[in-house]
């Protein structure tokens, strides 16, 4: 995967990259670094409370807002 082609906010507080386009949450790998064979989508798929629970304020709200764009988009798009 290209991480140029990619929008990736770190989720320090979780352990995870945000993907903002997509609105995909991937692992942190033990390097720190995305990995990207472990993408989860916001969307999608369900995410554990737990790891909502887990975000810090700031984070929490950088994931809604973007969750929200992403869900106006598909829905002005279809």
């Known amino acids: 995967m ?3 082609s990619m ?3 770190e989720l320090k507080s979780v352990g995870s990259w945000l ?3 997509r609105g995909v949450i991937y692992p942190s ?3 720190g670094f995305a990995d990207f ?3 989860t989508s916001l969307i999608d798929d369900e995410v554990s409370s737990e790891w909502y629970d887990a975000l ?3 984070e929490y709200r950088v994931v809604l807002e973007h ?4 869900i106006v988009n598909q829905w002005l798009n279809k």
């Open 67 to 70: 969750t929200n764009m992403i």
């Open 56 to 58: 810090s304020a700031s």
């Open 29 to 31: 790998d033990v390097n």
């Open 37 to 39: 064979g472990c993408a």
């Open 19 to 21: 993907d903002t386009i």
């Open 2 to 4: 290209n991480m140029k």
């Open 7 to 9: 929008n990736l906010i």
